[in-house]
């Protein structure tokens, strides 16, 4: 093993390929060492900063001959602890923060060529004054970056129409293990020639390799966006009225999104300039955001809209509801939505669970897993949100009322996670639907998944990366 002096030529190499200025050894690192829930700190032997494909492939070449691994950072949003270093202080932060230019747009093609440290939201705001849709919406995306969205395969409020990050990506450009580059920035929308290496590299996590840039698929924009808020007597009315969104509206439907009354409360009590409606409402113990684009225009899509919630109040599905008037009232609605998290946060430290089961079998599994939880800790609080049309909830658990969060956190994590994980895994679901496996659920994978896939998985792992340099320790166990 080679000992941290014997690194400093590697650092003068790495710094003779990117220029002084980024390559960071000294001074505030939080920001790249730390994740976002402060639930890993680690300490880089240097954060890298390539502005171009051939400095992160000259960057991975000279780590790789040194030994030293690497983690491909984006956004730092991840919420699963696998973009940040470890302890030791011997891995290479790679940030692609440099790397943010739109190379093309091919309008006829409908697609985008970016490159992977474009902030989301900045492509999003490109693309719409181009006149096209990018769809990719979540409540990181001010923060988050391309290459990091491709990388966890994100999904966000917008899967249900446009599927997740994997379904809008159509080209990959990537700097392997070995520091070669692959051009895959193809924009065929059919293209079966071989292993599909795109969908590969998709969802690695950094565990493969680079993600320098993609080609990703654009939409026109809607003629109009409306937004609604119904109340429902329970989950599965929420089940029920979203059959019936999809029969209504069917490709206009582009969010459903639900939200329990405590989660909504928490929204209410830490955002009290947030008028949520309906909070409180004894008779509807979830609340439904509903997104309608409308590809003819506003008129229509209020019409269809109103017929949508006709039925739904005669079927008893919902309580009431309200549409939204204007754009800043659709603002609104989605601000409390995005805001649960952070609510949460500050209600204090708490037990997150990003889940998917079937659509079919949600209102089970949650009445069932309400019950084990109350059970196995009394008084307990459940903070139940999320993307219910593509059957992923965020399933949180937060401690009792006047409890210790900290003490909750330490004390119970453990049992709470296994009692959900157990739960979700009876109803043929996913421990992680949108998060990834990071570096905080690598015990979980070998726990619920197939031996099978495992050693396909560690196969793959192997033959891309057989010195372990890229994100060693993330997703799989080593
Ligand atoms: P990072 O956090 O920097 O990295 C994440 C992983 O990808 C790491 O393993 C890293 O090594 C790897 N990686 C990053 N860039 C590259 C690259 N260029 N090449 C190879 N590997 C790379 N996620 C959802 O899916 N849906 C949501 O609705 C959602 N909501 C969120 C809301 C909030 C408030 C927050 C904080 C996070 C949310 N997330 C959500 C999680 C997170 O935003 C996503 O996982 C996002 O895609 C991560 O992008 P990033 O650029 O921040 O990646």
Same mark, same amino acid.
């Given at each position: 093993?080679?000992?941290?002096?014997?690194?400093?030529?590697?650092?003068?190499?790495?710094?003779?390929?990117?220029?002084?200025?980024?390559?960071?050894?000294?001074?505030?690192?939080?920001?790249?060492?730390?994740?976002?829930?402060?639930?890993?700190?680690?300490?880089?032997?240097?954060?890298?900063?390539?502005?171009?494909?051939?400095?992160?492939?000259?960057?991975?070449?000279?780590?790789?001959?040194?030994?030293?691994?690497?983690?491909?950072?984006? @956004?730092? #949003? *991840? =919420?699963?602890?696998?973009? $940040?270093?470890?302890?030791?202080?011997?891995?290479? /932060?790679? &940030?692609?923060?440099?790397?943010?230019?739109?190379?093309?747009?091919?309008?006829?093609?409908?697609?985008?060529?970016?490159?992977?440290?474009?902030?989301?939201?900045?492509?999003?705001?490109?693309?719409?004054?181009?006149?096209?849709?990018?769809?990719?919406?979540?409540?990181?995306?001010?923060?988050?970056?391309?290459?990091?969205?491709?990388?966890?395969?994100?999904?966000?409020?917008?899967?249900?129409?446009?599927?997740?990050?994997?379904?809008?990506?159509?080209?990959?450009?990537?700097?392997?293990?070995?520091?070669?580059?692959?051009? @895959?920035? #193809? *924009? =065929?929308?059919?293209?079966? $020639?071989?292993?599909?290496?795109?969908?590969?590299? /998709?969802? &690695?996590?950094?565990?493969?390799?680079?993600?320098?840039?993609?080609?990703?698929?654009?939409?026109?924009?809607?003629?109009?966006?409306?937004?609604a808020w119904a109340?429902?007597?329970?989950?599965?009315?929420?089940?029920?009225?979203?059959?019936?969104?999809?029969?209504?509206?069917?490709?206009?439907?582009?969010?459903?999104?639900?939200?329990?009354?405590?989660?909504?409360?928490?929204?209410?009590?830490?955002?009290?300039?947030?008028?949520?409606?309906?909070?409180?409402?004894?008779?509807?113990?979830?609340?439904?955001?509903?997104?309608?684009?409308?590809?003819?225009?506003?008129?229509?899509?209020?019409?269809?809209?109103?017929?949508?919630?006709?039925?739904?109040?005669?079927?008893?599905?919902?309580?009431?509801?309200?549409?939204?008037?204007?754009?800043?009232?659709?603002?609104?609605?989605?601000?409390?939505?995005?805001?649960?998290?952070?609510?949460?946060?500050?209600?204090?430290?708490?037990?997150?669970?990003?889940?998917?089961?079937?659509?079919?079998?949600?209102?089970?599994?949650?009445?069932?897993?309400?019950?084990?939880?109350?059970?196995?800790?009394?008084?307990?609080?459940?903070?139940?949100?999320?993307?219910?049309?593509?059957?992923?909830?965020?399933?949180?658990?937060?401690?009792?009322?006047?409890?210790?969060?900290?003490?909750?956190?330490?004390?119970?994590?453990?049992?709470?996670?296994?009692?959900?994980?157990?739960?979700?895994?009876?109803?043929?679901?996913?421990f992680s639907a949108?998060?990834?496996?990071?570096?905080?659920?690598?015990?979980?994978?070998?726990?619920?998944?197939?031996?099978?896939?495992?050693?396909?998985?560690?196969?793959?792992?192997?033959?891309?990366?057989?010195?372990?340099?890229?994100?060693?320790?993330?997703?799989?166990a080593a």
């Open positions: 093993m080679t000992t941290t002096t014997d690194l400093t030529p590697l650092l003068a190499g790495l710094r003779q390929i990117v220029g002084d200025a980024n390559v960071l050894t000294e001074g505030d690192l939080t920001g790249y060492e730390q994740d976002w829930r402060k639930r890993a700190r680690g300490h880089a032997l240097a954060v890298v900063r390539p502005a171009t494909t051939p400095e992160v492939s000259a960057v991975v070449k000279a780590c790789a001959a040194a030994g030293v691994s690497l983690v491909p950072q984006g @956004g730092n #949003t *991840g =919420l699963v602890s696998g973009s $940040t270093p470890d302890e030791s202080g011997r891995q290479v /932060v790679l &940030s692609l923060a440099r790397m943010a230019a739109i190379r093309e747009i091919d309008p006829d093609n409908l697609t985008v060529t970016v490159e992977a440290g474009c902030v989301l939201q900045n492509l999003q705001q490109a693309m719409e004054k181009e006149g096209f849709l990018f769809p990719l919406s979540l409540a990181a995306e001010g923060s988050c970056m391309i290459g990091g969205n491709l990388a966890t395969n994100a999904g966000g409020t917008q899967v249900l129409r446009y599927g997740n990050a994997r379904e809008l990506c159509l080209g990959l450009e990537v700097v392997n293990a070995q520091g070669e580059v692959w051009n @895959g920035l #193809t *924009g =065929l929308r059919k293209d079966n $020639t071989g292993y599909d290496l795109r969908n590969l590299f /998709v969802g &690695s996590e950094g565990t493969l390799g680079v993600i320098t840039a993609a080609t990703m698929k654009l939409f026109p924009l809607p003629a109009a966006t409306l937004t109340a429902v007597p329970s989950m599965q009315s929420a089940v029920a009225l979203l059959g019936l969104a999809q029969k209504h509206l069917g490709a206009n439907l582009t969010g459903f999104e639900a939200m329990g009354q405590f989660a909504l409360s928490l929204v209410g009590k830490h955002m009290p300039q947030l008028r949520v409606p309906f909070l409180g409402d004894e008779s509807a113990p979830y609340c439904v955001l509903l997104e309608n684009s409308d590809s003819e225009s506003e008129e229509h899509a209020r019409a269809q809209f109103e017929r949508l919630l006709e039925t739904a109040f005669d079927q008893g599905v919902v309580s009431d509801a309200v549409v939204a008037e204007n754009i800043g009232q659709a603002n609104v609605l989605w601000h409390i939505r995005e805001s649960i998290p952070m609510a949460q946060s500050e209600e204090g430290l708490n037990v997150k669970h990003d889940i998917s089961v079937p659509v079919s079998k949600i209102a089970e599994f949650v009445e069932v897993t309400d019950a084990i939880l109350r059970e196995a800790i009394p008084g307990v609080r459940l903070v139940n949100f999320g993307h219910l049309g593509d059957g992923n909830l965020h399933y949180n658990v937060q401690a009792p009322e006047n409890g210790d969060p900290k003490a909750f956190l330490r004390d119970e994590e453990e049992r709470i996670n296994d009692l959900v994980y157990r739960s979700v895994a009876s109803f043929d679901g996913s949108e998060h990834g496996v990071g570096g905080m659920k690598v015990d979980k994978l070998e726990e619920y998944e197939a031996p099978a896939a495992l050693a396909m998985m560690r196969a793959i792992k192997h033959a891309l990366d057989p010195q372990n340099t890229m994100n060693p320790g993330r997703m799989l």
